[in-house]
Nanobody, 123 residues
Framework: QVQLVESGGGSVQPGGSLRLSCAAS??????MGWFRQAPGKEREGVAS???????TEGDSAKGRFTISRDKAKNTLHLQMIGLKPEDTAVYYC???????????????????WGQGTQVTVSS
């Protein structure tokens, strides 16, 4: 089982930026992704990325969030700019079940999850 540890969450004002990181315990060849869950809502896919860097973005990420992956360091990042109050959620890092060239944003496609990091956007 892969261990995933997120970091980088916090509180920012609207329009601010944050960079989330996820450290994985081993070499992961499957897709990795960022998901988020706001209070009272279902967990949703934000962005995912394949081993070779092909990214899939959800509507919430387009134009504002950038996912990246450092294979050598087994880390995943999410650079977020232009944050809005509706981005407030717990953000989770996840690792997929198998190698894929095109990564899903469905939670069912991911087997291992981190504990999450809180992102709060408010003035």
């Amino acid at each position: 089982q892969v261990q995933l540890v997120e970091s980088g969450g916090g509180s920012v004002q609207p329009g601010g930026s944050l960079r989330l990181s996820c450290a994985a315990s081993g070499n992961i060849i499957s897709c990795m992704g960022w998901f988020r869950q706001a209070p009272g809502k279902e967990r949703e896919g934000v962005a995912s990325i394949s081993l070779f860097g092909s990214a899939t973005e959800g509507d919430s990420a387009k134009g504002r969030f950038t996912i990246s992956r450092d294979k050598a360091k087994n880390t995943l990042h999410l650079q977020m700019i232009g944050l809005k109050p509706e981005d407030t959620a717990v953000y989770y890092c996840a690792a997929g079940r198998a190698f894929e060239t095109l990564c899903s944003l469905s939670t069912d496609a991911y087997a291992d999850w981190g504990q999450g990091t809180q992102v709060t956007v408010s003035s």
